[in-house]
Nanobody, 127 residues
């Protein structure tokens, strides 16, 4: 069992940077690939980024590639999402999630591939 708690969401201006954190509890955290998803107003939850259990491999949605960076510190049971050059369309509730099954391929970008979820943290980008 893994429990996830996100933090770091804020109200920022377009062009600003923000770092989200996800604190994980549970002895098996370091063996799970982790993902960040987001859900904007009136939209479905969508994939943002994923990192392998060891941190050596990362994947990004095209909409955030080059602006966002996912990282993890297994010694601290933490996952991070560094967000730069924020845009209005980045406004959403951001969730971190753990993939216990370690799916691969395009399915690993689906919400159903992740068994554990945090409660989310709000990011609002204004002009």
């Amino acid at each position: 069992q893994v429990q996830l708690v996100e933090s770091g969401g804020d109200l920022v201006q377009a062009g600003d940077s923000l770092r989200l954190s996800c604190a994980a509890s549970g002895p098996t955290f370091s063996s799970y690939p982790m993902g960040w998803f987001r859900q904007g107003p009136g939209k479905e939850r969508e994939f943002v980024a994923r990192i392998s259990w060891g941190g050596g491999t990362t994947y990004y949605a095209d909409s955030v590639k080059g602006r966002f960076t996912i990282s993890r510190d297994n010694a601290k049971n933490m996952v991070y999402l560094q967000m730069n050059s924020l845009k209005l369309e980045d406004t959403a509730v951001y969730y971190c999630a753990a993939d216990r099954t370690r799916y691969s391929g395009t399915y690993a970008r689906e919400t159903s591939a992740y068994e554990y979820w945090g409660q989310g943290t709000q990011v609002t980008v204004t002009s």
